[in-house]
């Protein structure tokens, strides 16, 4: 069965201080990956996809990497306002690019 | 980017009685849309999937009867919960795929329906 973890489940971290977030997925044939920020009652905010393994993709202070078995969501310098979950997910089916199985997210905290 | 919108943000009801939640595409087409549910502390959960003109298809364990989802065009899906419980108070999210062209893999999601039934 498919699956898809993220590691730590939640993260402080101080104003300035980088961090990793890993996303580790056993999915045969996959077609894509995308990370997403969710902010506390609020739906997803979509940030990158990454198609094949060696993919990297940034966004201001966010960059993202894919290898064979896992993503990293690198936040560089982060501020306050990257407090927020993130939630990688990939497709769930081979016909469907909407259908995505998400991993339980990443909650990071940044504080001043 | 694309825009979806929902309706209401957020709802309580008796149990027994019924809610209607709407996800609008704002800006763009969507034959398909997208039925997520997220328990507190807990990732989003694929419910259905929305097809315009024709009936939806639901995962595996979701009751069909008891969500009702009807794609009355292609910038409307609605989702009805019948004779909600306590048990189905949650946030209800949808999802629509981006603009062709922008990257039709990209799922746009809408802001969510925080239904709370007591």
């Known amino acids: 069965e498919d699956q898809v973890t993220q590691s730590p489940e939640a993260l402080r971290l101080q104003e300035g201080e980088s961090s990793s977030l890993n996303c580790s997925y056993t999915?045969?044939?996959?077609?894509?990956l995308f990370w997403y920020r969710q902010d506390p009652g609020k739906g997803p905010e979509f940030l990158f996809t990454?198609?094949?393994a060696g993919e990297e993709k940034e966004k201001e202070r966010l960059k993202a990497t894919l290898t064979k078995k896992e993503s990293f969501l690198h936040i560089t310098a982060p501020k306050p306002e990257d407090s927020a979950t993130y939630l990688c997910a990939v497709p769930s089916t081979t016909d469907s690019w909407g259908k995505l199985q998400f991993g339980a997210g990443t909650q990071v905290v940044v504080t001043p | 980017g694309a825009v979806v919108s929902q309706h209401p943000s957020w709802v309580i009801c008796k149990s027994g009685t019924s809610v209607k939640i709407e996800c609008r595409s704002l800006?763009?087409?969507?034959?398909?849309m997208f039925w997520y549910r997220q328990f507190p502390k807990q990732s989003l959960m694929l419910m259905a999937t929305s097809n315009e003109g024709s009936k939806a298809t639901y995962e595996q364990g979701v009751e069909k009867d008891k969500f009702l989802i009807n794609h009355a065009s292609l910038t409307l899906s609605t989702l009805t919960v019948t004779s909600a419980h306590p048990e189905d108070s949650s946030f209800y999210i949808c999802s629509a795929p981006g603009l062709a062209g922008a990257g039709i893999d990209e799922q746009y999601f809408g802001p969510g329906t925080r239904l709370t039934v007591t």
């Open positions: 999915v045969s044939g996959l077609r894509g």
């Open positions: 800006d763009f087409q969507a034959t398909t």
């Open positions: 990454l198609y094949s």
